[in-house]
Each structure stands twice: as structure tokens, then as C-alpha cells.
């Protein structure tokens, strides 16, 4: 479907004046949930979908929905849905959320130009709280909304200030009622920036994800013997930071093994810590965050089980003690094959497309586990993106967002 | 030289009821400078040095001076002083610094229960902040009384509540005047619990140092790529934790290798940071503090070198950038003739005793560094000390505060 480029660059470069941070670098945003910034991001995104003549609704945690019966439709069918999220990350980038949202809403103007006749109504959406950047919590809004997290527990999470989430969505005024069932949703799409390289590496305007990875997360402690670092001799040390470094080198080992047979397999330690961290002092303990990724759970088992037998080996060796607690599994989610196909259909010939995985959790990960789902990508500038340098291309904006609206209005004439 | 092991046990564990930490696995003390226990613990020190008859002066930076001139000596003469500290680190143990303090002091009063005629006056110190747990400067005390560091410098140093020494000393009514100027000392020396087990290996009362290992600091930077922990192939990183591990481990084969021959010779990273430090980005920047000592400068230097050219070949090879900043060096300091041989004399034949180096720092280091300087060991259990845990028995003190005084009597009679 062809798309008003200008109309959709006006939308997401407005949306852009909301929490902007001019840099040298590029132009960014920090947009975060239950913010003054985050106000008018909704108050404009809700002003958009009215003048679309769409009817808004918000739920408990501030998922904007705007309902639009075609002409045609049977309002009492299961709607296909589609959108993404309009908060940031701090300094994050203007198209990492709001390219999927307005994109939607675009598509949506299209249609209504063209006289479409379609049997499903159609919803535009923007979940809460995507980057968890400021609750901590990633994807909220499709948690709650996919039934994976509790709108009371969801409304009690606090910022670093000790707010609720409850409290900021009143502050800004987009506490709604009840839940946006997205169990009832006959089917859903998202377009995303690609945050990778694969899709300029091949030239492509458009990626169909076939897969979101799964990602589980585990905490590695390795235990030495705090000493004084002079009196200490080299050889009577049991040094939690030696063996630790041992450890991430081994599991950078183990991913890079796996990767060449698994290419979309990784394994990162992103995040550590070391006690007592006195210069003088050798290090008693180190504990590491693990993320570990691929889009086949038995990969992901089998790096894990590796850490666990590496572990063991650097227990014997270097006389230390170390454990491994496996505290977050979200196993990998094929996309629906009604999606991908309606996806592919919609790629104009003209237009190069290429299928791959999502390596980055999105709320169509939860929406996947509770009805069909689809994810596309659009084509990020050297991969960068939660920076004032992420950038795609207006005309490559409109022409996956032209593929989403295709998509979604196919899927959106099967009624059956 | 006998001393009274009573009394030099009540000194002590008097001293030990300031800021006293009471736990399961031993008694242990929070003797921070310039705080409410500092105040009781230099009370009480003064209380008991005006007990034995020395006249006691404090200068401005606290250290505080009992002289006694014993009966047959010229006033005049350079004289010899001995001591320690009092101060602690948080949670400390009782005998890190009183040992040296009231061993010098019981010294003093046994010498004077004996009619002993000297030539020398003799002096009794303890210095201030010897701990740097405070103040964050390490023999702080004894650094201002050896021209390191100027009494102005050292006053204006802030505690993490953004009080400056001067401030703190006011607050306890122990900031005299002047400068103890260690220079005019004719020699001076120092007993101190050992912080290993050497002593307590070889089954010897009393350690006698040859020299103190220098101190060499570097931090270590490596920079690599911040970027998606899902979205970034496991070949397409630059991981600086990664490159950052592996530098760890060449620094401990490296000094694991000098060892074999150097004895002394240790390299330890005891503190570190990642940056960002979030559990799904690749780190983009780790940062080390390498602590590295032998008793030989040139052993020190060349692990430096070696330091260098490993990060050197982790950038080639791992797409890094590195620097190494060497930020300071206290070069190792030889113990005087004069004062080993003073403390070998005055080792009782049934006394066992060994020569060793410390690998610790002490304000004898300092002193050393401008008039002949002795240090002294006794046995610590276990090596262990900074912890309530820390125990040496009371004959143990008692004797090596014997050798400490014998040595003292001994170089305060030989003025030429």
C-alpha cells in the first residue's frame, strides 16, 4: 500500500518535539511513562487518532486504543489490531516506537481514502511503558494487556522516585479503566526499527520476522577469600575476580561456539558487580548478570548448562564456590504464518524484503502468545538506535509502514 | 627486655572498649578519626602517658608525643622514638595499631622500673589516620611528619560528609600545633601485627623487617562498543568486560610467573567498574585499579611493562582501545642497619624469631624515608586482620614488645 510519506514524517517529527534532546549527534527524545513529555505525546497521539474520526479508549495502565469500523465491517468481529509504543529510553532515538504507531495510524488514513471495504474493525495502538525505563519493567502495557502481569501489581511498580506507576498515569490523566484484551484481537501486526544491520547489509527496505528469540537471564556468583592485596601471596589466593573473568571469557567462548551453527545465539554478561571493590583488597565475590538469547529454547539450554559445567570447573581449579540461578526464561515465539503470509503478500514487487529474527523483546512477544501476531522492521542507519543518532529514512518509513497497513488490511478481509 | 603482660593487656583492651564492636566471632573496634571514639581513645592514651611521667605535646594534624628523658641523658640529643596508631578501620581489630602504641609505652615503664641510665631521650607516637578510612589518605599522620604530605593539604581533606580533618579535630579538642618533625628523630621503631602468617608458619614469635614492598598503581581502562546484547552477533562485538577479563587473568599469570622467583612480588585488581552496566548492553567501558608491590623496584616496573604490552595485544586482536595511567609509586624501602640489628640483639635466645618483608604499608615507610627506621612483626592467627577476627595471644604481644623495647633501650645508649 502506498503511504502519504510527508503526512507520516509530520507525525513522528511532531511527536518528536515531545522531551526533545538536540544533540550534535542527531535529534532525540526522552520519553518517559507518566512524564510531562509523555503527557503530550498522548494528548497529541489521541488528538491524531480523533482526527481520523477514531474513538479512543485507554485501560488501567494507559494502553491507548483507537477503534475504527470500516465501511463493510461487522463491529462485533475480533479486530485486527496494530501499533506499537511511543515512551523512549533517556536520550533515546524519534522512530523506536513512534515509526510502528503513526505508521499504523497512517495506514488507517490510507484505507479511509480509498473507499476499502473490509469485514473486521481495525485498532491503532500504543502500549505503555515499552523500554521499562522508568518502572523497570519491559513491555508492561502488553504484559498486563496479554494477561502476563496484573494490572494491580503492574499500577504499584515505583519509579527511582518512589512514585507508582498508578500515581504518574493520574498525574498526566491516562489512568483509564479495565484491561485492552489483546486475547480478543482476531490477529496483530507491529512495525519496528530494526536495531541491527541485516536489513541494510542486504539492501532491503522491509524484514518479516519469523521468530522473536526467547532470552533467559541468570545470576552468577563466584565466592573467593577477601585478603589483604600486599600480604597475600600469589599463590595462597582464592580471587573472586580472577575466576569470575575466567567465567565470561568461557561463556564468550561457549556463544561464539554455538553462534557458528546457531547464528542467532548469544550470550552477554552486561552487567557486575565485585565486594568488597577496594583497590588494596583482593575480591571476595563477583556476581554477573547473563543474557542469553536464541530462537530454539534448547540452544539457550544447552549455553546454560554449559555456564553450569564451566563453573564447576573453576570451582575445582581455583577454590572458589559459585552458583548459577536461572531467574528468567521467555522462550522464543514463532510468528503467525496468517501474518507472515499477509506480510509477504503486501511487499510491493519493487520491493526487496528479507526474512529474519528478532533478537530485541517487543510487545509483539506477548501478543504472540495470546493470539496470531506478525512483526516487520524497517531499515535502522548502522543499526544504532536508544541514541539521538538513530535513523531511518522517511521514504523507507513509508514503504514498511506501506507493507503493515497492506498486511493488516488483507488480514482484515478474511473474515470467514 | 620483660615486660608486665598485664598491664599491657589492660591497656589495650581498655583501648579496645572505644568504639567498641561486639560479634560472635571476636571484639572488634570502629575507631574513626576524629570521631566520638577517636576522642576517648586519645584521652585515654594521654591519660595513661601522664601516668608514666612523659610529657605529652599533640601537633596539627594530631599525632600525638609522650617524651620521657630517662634519668643520665642529654636533652639535647636526637632522640629515639617508637609507637604506632590508634585509629581503625571500620570493624577493625584491637591489636592493629594499640600493639605498637602500648608496647611502646609498657617499654617505657618497664625501662624506668629498671634504673636504666640512656643517652637519648625516648619518644612514644602515635600517629593519626594511619588507616586512611576517613580521610581516604593512608598514613596520613606520619606522611605530614615526614614532609610527604603539608599540614595545610592534609586539613583540608573531607570525610565522605564533607568535614575537613581540621573541622573533625577541632570537634575532639586535638588539633595542636607545628609539625612533629620525624627528621629530628635519631632513629625510631615500630611494632605491628604481622597481617599474614609467615610468624605464625614458621612457629616465631617476633618478625624482623628488612624492608617494606613499594606500591605501584595503575588504572586500566578498556573500551569497546556499547550496543545490543540481543540484536549484536556474537562476531560483530567489541565487548570491553570480555577484553577487560582476559587483561585480569594475563595480570595475575604475569605476576604468578615473577613470583617464582620474587617472592614478594604481587599484582591484584581489587576494584572495577563497568560502564554502562545494564544487564542487555554489551559493556562499553571497564575500568580497573591495579594494585602491584614487590621489594624491589625493578620487579615492580617490569610487571608494569608487561602489563603494557598485554593490553596492546588484547586491542589487536579484540577491536579495543586500552590505556593504562601508572598513578603512583612508593618505591620499596630497606629497613636501617642499625635498628635490624638493635632488634636481632635484643631477641632473647630462647625467642624465635625471622626476617621478612612487610607487604603492607606502614608509617614506618614514611618515617624510614627520612631517619633510621626499624619495624617489628608479631605472629596475627590466621594472618587475619581489619576484622574482629583478628587475634594475636597476649604473651605473644607482650614479647614482641620486649624485643621492640630492648631494641629501643639499646639505640637510645649509643650516643657516640
Redesign the interface.
Known amino acids: 500500500m502506498k503511504l502519504d510519506t510527508e503526512r507520516l514524517r509530520d507525525d513522528i517529527e511532531t511527536n518528536a518535539t515531545f522531551g526533545e534532546v538536540a544533540t550534535e549527534e542527531g535529534r532525540g527524545r526522552t520519553v518517559l511513562t507518566g512524564s510531562e513529555a509523555d503527557k503530550r505525546v498522548r494528548e497529541y497521539f489521541v488528538t491524531r487518532l480523533e482526527d481520523a474520526d477514531l474513538e479512543v479508549r485507554y485501560d488501567a495502565v494507559g494502553n491507548i486504543v483507537g477503534r475504527w469500523n470500516p465501511p463493510g465491517c461487522d463491529p462485533d468481529l475480533a479486530p485486527i489490531a496494530f501499533g506499537s509504543h511511543l515512551d523512549s529510553v533517556p536520550r533515546g532515538g524519534i522512530f523506536d516506537g513512534p515509526l510502528g504507531t503513526y505508521g499504523a495510524l497512517e495506514g488507517v488514513r490510507t484505507m479511509q481514502e480509498t473507499d476499502v471495504t473490509l469485514d473486521r474493525p481495525i485498532e491503532v495502538v500504543s502500549f505503555t511503558e515499552e523500554e521499562g525505563a522508568r518502572f523497570g519493567v519491559g513491555t508492561l502495557g502488553s504484559s498486563v494487556a496479554s494477561g502476563e502481569l496484573s494490572t494491580r501489581e503492574a499500577l504499584k511498580l515505583e519509579d527511582a522516585d518512589g512514585i507508582t506507576l498508578q500515581e504518574r498515569l493520574d498525574e498526566i490523566g491516562f489512568r483509564g479503566e479495565g484491561t485492552i484484551d489483546v486475547g480478543k484481537w482476531d490477529a496483530w501486526m507491529e512495525l519496528h526499527i ?3 544491520t541485516r536489513l541494510t547489509d542486504a539492501g532491503a527496505a522491509v524484514g518479516i520476522v519469523e521468530s522473536i ?1 526467547g ?1 533467559t ?1 541468570c545470576e552468577v556468583t563466584v565466592t573467593g577469600t577477601a ?9 595462597e589466593r582464592s ?1 573472586a ?2 575466576a ?3 567465567f ?2 568461557t561463556l ?1 567462548r561457549i ?2 561456539e554455538v ?1 557458528t551453527t546457531h ?1 542467532a ?8 558487580s ?1 565486594e568488597p ?7 571476595e565475590r563477583v556476581r554477573y ?1 547473563l ?1 542469553i ?1 536464541d530462537v530454539d529454547q534448547e540452544t539457550m539450554d544447552t549455553i546454560v548448562e554449559r555456564c553450569r559445567s564451566s563453573l564447576e570447573r573453576i570451582e575445582h581449579h581455583r577454590n572458589v564456590t559459585t552458583s548459577l540461578s536461572r531467574y528468567r526464561n521467555t522462550s522464543p515465539i514463532a510468528m503467525s504464518e496468517r501474518c507472515l503470509s499477509a506480510a509477504a503478500a503486501a511487499t510491493e514487487p519493487n520491493t526487496e524484503s528479507i526474512r529474519l529474527y528478532s ?3 517487543h510487545d509483539t512477544a506477548n501478543v504472540g502468545g495470546v493470539t496470531d501476531a506478525g512483526l516487520l522492521f524497517a531499515p535502522s542507519e548502522d ?1 544504532v ?2 541514541s539521538p543518532r538513530e535513523w531511518t529514512d522517511w521514504e523507507d518509513c513509508a514503504i514498511a509502514s506501506g507493507v503493515l497497513a497492506g498486511a493488516v488490511q488483507s488480514l482484515a478481509s478474511e473474515a470467514s
Not at 227 to 235: I, K, L, Q, R, V
Not at 265 to 272: H, S, W, Y
Open positions: 530494526e536495531q541491527g528469540t532470552i537471564n585478603d589483604h592485596a600486599g600480604a597475600t601471596p600469589m599463590f580471587d575476580l580472577a569470575g573473568s575466567e565470561v571469557l564468550e556463544a561464539e553462534a547464528e545465539a548469544v550470550g552477554t554478561v552486561g552487567e557486575g565485585i571493590n577496594v583497590r588494596n583488597i583482593i575480591p548478570q543474557d538469547r533478537a530485541a523483546m543499526g538506535s536508544h
